[in-house]
């Protein structure tokens, strides 16, 4: 009896088995789980558009062929794209959303429907590594705070930080530099001077070690406290350590504005001697008196290219920065951490407005650059300067009857130095000029938000920077083709930070695929009224899930990690 049941047992299990063979060549099985048909293909490589059809099954792109083959195909879903453009995924180089991928929804609503299906972050800072000196806080935290400033501690935090993104839920996908700021206070916090050799090789090692947990290089922001602080050489022997793990030494230079020339000389510098790549941060010649400087930058990077180094820049195309209104006063103020000490010492107070009233300093001065009239602050919180949100310096001065160093240093002392500014500082002719050479990319320089709880001012480049160019400089000014903005916006990114599979569509390439409408696509959002969704963007995949639906995010968080050429791919 035995063996007769291990024999029925056997046969039994052939015919299941070949009924699922039968099953899955039935008609009525599909093929693909999408297919996206009569499109006009724009690759992301940089050729011509041509009408198409796409096919993808699970997270990737399974077949691309001209239009019309795919369709007799199988498909749990069809997409006519007929009159739409299909390109790939954008991928944000500057993006900001660390809180909304950490702590938030993860859907960065204002992001996806502009087209970003990719978020790198870490200019100056990133939440790992970690110990209590990159808190600011030190030995002054509270036990929450202490908890919370060593959730990435140790060796493996720049994974841990990374994961815990991911495992949060993120509508996009994400990855980061390691902060460079970040780097620099693990050893020292928020202290002047140099590192000492030993400060020094800590900061080699935990940059080791993010690159090996997939950092795509160092991030500087220098000229921001403590990132200002950092010397030419201290950033070198920190991209040495990187190098051996193919990172990119990316930075928000020391000057956009009266050194602009000199700070690209430094990076070039840093690239060179530390042997590395180098990418500059939202290129600009900022401030009026700066603007002829701005021809002269791109002649120094063309130079340098020209010499066989490898550098490139990114961009956002808005006149208007946008960063803390204390940036308005001196480095030396923020030292050791102690800002709001300084603004309430006269003495100190006397002497940041002497020098934040001068023309030119040693120190990128902002409100100068842009003038009082040229700067708006956010959202105030605190009760005597609620009133004044969305005003400029000057108007907020004048109703105050201050100066406008009193009313600005008045102001973040109010609000802890929690409070942002909109600074007018770049030349729309400036902006244009840089598109069109073949080495920019773009970044927003924002984090995601969801219009629908947002209520701070925002700068308009959160919703609409990637859908202001499809729209204003592609179809309208005609400053550059579309496929060429295209591969500025995907490809190109991914080919500087070797991130494999995603800013193209070819076959076996991840499914980020954005559709739009190239006659109508445009931003909507302005610097009186940011919370406004772009238009035109039609549908948005991420590894080939639907996050955008007839321009309204379905609610699907399907992004995953992106990791640099260092990655060990290690267990946790």
Request: proline share 5%.
């Amino acid at each position: 009896m035995r063996a007769i049941g291990s024999v029925t047992t056997l046969l039994l299990l052939g015919i299941s088995s070949a009924c699922a063979t039968a099953a899955r060549g039935r008609s009525d099985a599909p093929a693909y789980d999408l297919v996206i048909e009569n499109g006009r293909i724009v690759d992301g490589s940089g050729n011509a558009w041509s009408y198409g059809d796409i096919a993808v099954r699970g997270d990737r792109i399974a077949r691309i062929t001209p239009r019309g083959m795919l369709r007799g195909a199988r498909a749990a879903n069809r997409l006519d794209a007929r009159g739409l453009v299909v390109a790939p995924g954008f991928i944000d180089i500057q993006s900001h959303s660390r809180g909304a991928f950490l702590g938030g929804d993860g859907r960065i609503v204002s992001k996806v429907t502009q087209g970003i299906t990719t978020e790198i972050m870490g200019e100056g800072a990133t939440n790992a590594p970690a110990n209590l000196l990159t808190s600011e806080l030190g030995e002054r935290a509270t036990p929450a705070q202490r908890q919370e400033a060593l959730r990435f501690a140790g060796p493996r935090g720049f994974d841990a930080w990374l994961r815990a993104m991911e495992a949060n839920g993120a509508s996009a996908n994400l990855g980061s530099f390691v902060g460079a700021t970040t780097v620099r206070m693990y050893a020292k916090g928020m202290a002047e001077g140099a590192p000492s050799p030993a400060e020094l090789d800590s900061m080699r090692t935990v940059v080791r070690e993010a690159m090996r947990d997939g950092a795509f290089g160092i991030a500087s922001a220098l000229i921001y406290p403590p990132g200002v602080y950092a010397s030419t050489e201290e950033l070198v022997e920190t991209a040495k350590a990187m190098a051996p793990f193919g990172g990119v030494y990316i930075t928000h230079m020391r000057s956009e504005a009266d050194e602009l020339l000199e700070a690209i000389d430094e990076a070039l510098r840093i690239g060179r001697e530390g042997g590395v790549p180098v990418e500059i941060y939202h290129l600009k010649a900022a401030g009026k008196r700066n603007w002829h400087k701005a021809a002269q930058a791109v002649a120094k990077i063309d130079s340098a290219r020209a010499l066989g180094q490898d550098v490139s820049a990114d961009m956002y195309p808005y006149v208007a920065g946008g960063t803390g209104l204390a940036a308005c006063l001196p480095p030396w103020a923020s030292a050791d951490g102690k800002l709001l000490a300084n603004l309430a010492d006269p003495a100190s107070r006397a002497r940041m407005k002497a020098e934040v009233l001068q023309e030119r300093t040693e120190w990128e001065n902002l409100c100068q650059l842009a003038t009082p009239e040229g700067v708006t602050v956010s959202a105030l919180r605190t009760p005597q300067y609620q009133q004044y949100s969305g005003q400029t310096v000057a108007q907020i001065a004048t109703a105050l009857g201050k100066d406008w160093p009193d009313a600005v240093m008045d102001m973040v002392q109010a609000e802890q130095a929690r409070i942002g500014a909109m600074y007018f500082i770049a030349s729309e002719e400036n902006l244009a000029m840089q598109m069109r050479q073949p080495w920019i990319k773009f970044g927003t320089d924002a984090s995601g938000m969801d219009p629908d709880s947002a209520r701070a001012l925002a700068h308009p480049r959160t919703y609409g920077t990637f859908t202001r160019i499809l729209g204003k400089y592609v179809r309208d000014d005609r400053v550059m083709p579309l496929e060429e903005a295209v591969r500025k916006m995907s490809s190109a990114v991914a080919s500087r930070l070797s991130i494999r599979d995603r800013g193209v569509l070819r076959e076996g390439a991840f499914a980020d695929i954005v559709v739009f409408d190239p006659a109508t696509v445009a931003d909507r959002a302005t610097y009186q009224q940011p919370h406004q969704l772009s238009v035109g963007m039609h549908h948005v995949f991420v590894n080939g899930v639907q996050v955008v639906r007839n321009g309204r995010h379905t609610g699907a968080k399907p992004g995953r990690i992106v990791r640099g050429p260092g990655w060990t791919g290690r267990a946790q």
